[in-house]
């Protein structure tokens, strides 16, 4: 089974993203990566 994000799930990723970049990239990049680990890619 292949997993495809919606649309409003891509924009919520990217706001979660850019919400926690404000105040530490690092850990914006490591939740992103966490998303995707989990989304299977």
């Known amino acids: 089974m292949e997993l495809r994000w919606a649309p409003e799930a891509i924009a919520d990723r990217e706001a979660i993203y850019e919400h926690v970049e404000a ?5 914006a990049l490591a ?3 966490l998303f995707a680990a989990c989304a299977g890619g």
């Open 23 to 27: 105040d530490h990239r690092a850990a």
């Open 31 to 33: 939740l992103d990566e």
